[in-house]
């Protein structure tokens, strides 16, 4: 059983940079693929970035790439999502999720352990 708590959201300007992090317990971190996602008021919780257990490999929405950038310490238990450049549509609520052996997984129903979330606004 793999417990994470995010942290890292605030309010911030157009163009701004904040750094999520998601912090774990109770597993072997390492072996686990970890994503983010995040909602929006009305919205569908909708993929952010992944990061595969192994190797390093990543994925991105649309919507991130170029801006997002998802990392992990595994000597921390931490996983992160470096954000630059944000804009005003950036504002939800982020969740990090975990799939043991996790690969480049971008639906949420294939994750089997959330965080409670962190709120992100962007303002203009």
């Known amino acids: 059983q793999v417990h994470l708590v995010e942290s890292g959201g605030g309010s911030v300007q157009t163009g701004d940079s904040l750094r999520l992090s998601c912090a774990a317990s109770?597993?072997?971190?390492?072996?686990?693929?970890v994503a983010w996602f995040r909602q929006a008021p009305g919205k569908t919780r909708d993929f952010v970035a992944v990061l595969m257990w192994r190797g390093g490999s990543t994925a991105y929405a649309d919507s991130a790439k170029g801006r997002f950038t998802i990392s992990r310490d595994n000597a921390k238990n931490t996983v992160y999502l470096q954000m630059n450049s944000l804009k005003p549509e950036d504002t939800a609520i982020y969740y990090c999720a975990a799939k043991k052996w996790g690969g480049l997984l971008e639906v949420d129903a294939m994750y089997d352990y959330w965080g409670q979330g962190t709120q992100v606004t962007v303002s203009s």
């Open positions: 109770g597993g072997t971190f390492s072996d686990y693929g």
